[in-house]
T-cell receptor, first 115, second 113 residues
């Protein structure tokens, strides 16, 4: 079990550019979550997938953000026309849904800095 | 976005001391998770709680699911320098097939050797 992995770990971009992050969940996990974390705050929910279906999106996820999980395995999060306010740690988590039990395991995160 | 209240926000303690922190919510949850996060890394799951009143231990860590289902507590016994980090609680209510978690604001722990 290699855990949740995210790539890249760090990304520096200029305002207005597009960025894409990748998350590889734990292999048998069917749920995948994206969170955003700013300095001094806890993770804030953005969206989640069950298999390839995107089931819920937060109001934090503006129309510049899009997430996909095309084959129910890895997921990508794209931010178009980045703004300085998008600077944050983007965390991915995965879980195996079982009745009453849902432990989420996080990846190391992607730190985005928008200049 | 919505975040749960955690207290204390930060604490300095001497090595060997016991630590207590808690998390409260205005909503009822049926799952509580506790995580530890080191700088620049993702949160690492410490303890999961699924039943009101449940008391669960993981080494020197003990967590409890409050009987009102609106709070949870984490205790660390005999703290050591590597306990330094930020501790987050996360609560979830399973409704309509959704397992979305809401996180607390974090408790920053510093241990003095």
């Amino acid at each position: 079990d290699t855990g949740v992995s995210q790539d890249p770990r760090h990304k520096i971009t200029k305002r207005g550019q597009n960025v894409t992050f990748r998350c590889d969940p734990i292999s048998e996990h069917n749920r995948l979550y994206w969170y955003r974390q700013t300095l001094g705050q806890g993770p804030e929910f953005l969206t989640y997938f069950q298999n390839e279906a995107q089931l819920e999106k937060s109001r934090l996820l503006s129309d510049r953000f899009s997430a996909e999980r095309p084959k129910g395995s890895f997921s990508t999060l794209e931010i178009q026309r980045t703004e300085q306010g998008d600077s944050a740690m983007y965390l991915c988590a995965s879980s195996l849904v079982r009745r009453l039990y849902n432990e989420q395991f996080f990846g190391p995160g992607t730190r985005l800095t928008v200049l | 976005g919505q975040q749960l209240n955690q207290s204390p926000q930060s604490m300095f303690i001497q090595e060997g001391e016991d630590v207590s922190m808690n998390c409260t919510s205005s909503s009822i949850f049926n799952t509580w998770l506790w995580y530890k996060q080191d700088p620049g890394e993702g949160p690492v799951l410490l303890i999961a709680l699924y039943k009101a009143g449940e008391l669960t231990s993981n080494g020197r860590l003990t967590a409890q699911f409050g009987i009102t289902r609106k709070d949870s507590f984490l205790n660390i016994s005999a703290s050591i320098p590597s306990d330094v980090g930020i501790y987050f609680c996360a609560g979830s209510l399973f409704t309509s097939g959704t397992y979305k978690y809401i996180f607390g604001t974090g408790t920053r722990l510093k241990v003095l050797a």
